[in-house]
């Protein structure tokens, strides 16, 4: 018997896991030699890549800031699949940068130095999150959603 937390049959959905890549330097002499490259925390939700965080910001690593986006994102999908279609992915200026919400959550910062990061705008930057963001959404609602009664 389990007690404390709310383990209802969407637990298993509601468990984000955090999938880190970096480089690993091993084997060729090759691949000890080439430049050591900064360390990226991938960000996804139902095999949907959302975003890839180059910079730490205010969080000791990249890592603890790709956790405090999962806490996030994983309080929206706590609510279950048909609370979660039914919000609005939304991009504002905000938070020295752009903010990525869902409703009225706040879910990951584009700052400058993610922008320069990546190549491009915060502000393009924050769309293409909010739109991966939609994307892995529609997939969790897709993957989660319970199917209609028959009608007899």
Known sequence: MRTGRNHSRWGACRRVAVLLSG???AGSPALAQAPARSPVATVELAQVVILRVRDPGP???????????YRRLNEVVQQGPQQVAAQAVAVAPGGGGYVVR???RVIATVTRQDARLNGTTPQALARLWAANLRSALASFVAL???PAPPVL
Do not use: N
């Not at 969080?59 to 986006?69: F, G, H, K, N, T």
């Open 23 to 25: 480089l690993v330097l």
């Open 59 to 69: 969080w000791p690593s990249v890592y603890a800031r790709a956790e405090e986006i």
């Open 102 to 104: 869902v409703g009225d």
């Open 144 to 146: 989660h959603a319970r």
